[in-house]
């Protein structure tokens, strides 16, 4: 893992040399899937305190619920979930509350 660059914009912080990948298979994510994917608890508050699921079908008896992540906030969690020298650089340079700084990743 390398050293992180941060440029900073009038849109947000670009975050370059980042290796997080989608933490999930698309931008449309299941609770199921936000269950069987995350595995450290500070991530799962993250998204439970931070993302508004909505109420989907039911699916062979069970409830289904849904909510939409846009391409940077997946990186994000990426990094949480499994790149934690990426994490502390982020936490090095913007503090504890990097999770909700406006950064971009790569683009």
Known sequence: MGKLEFEGKISGT???GSEAQFLFEGQFVSLAEVIEKV???ETMNWILDTLRFTKGEEVD???TW???IDFDT???LD???HH???EKQLVEYFGESWM???LRFNH
């Open 84 to 86: 934690p020298d990426e």
């Open 100 to 102: 909700s700084q406006y």
């Open 14 to 16: 670009t975050v370059i």
């Open 74 to 76: 997946l990186m994000k």
């Open 79 to 81: 990094i949480m979930e």
């Open 66 to 68: 849904w909510c939409t």
């Open 39 to 41: 595995h450290r608890q």
């Open 61 to 63: 008896g069970t409830q």
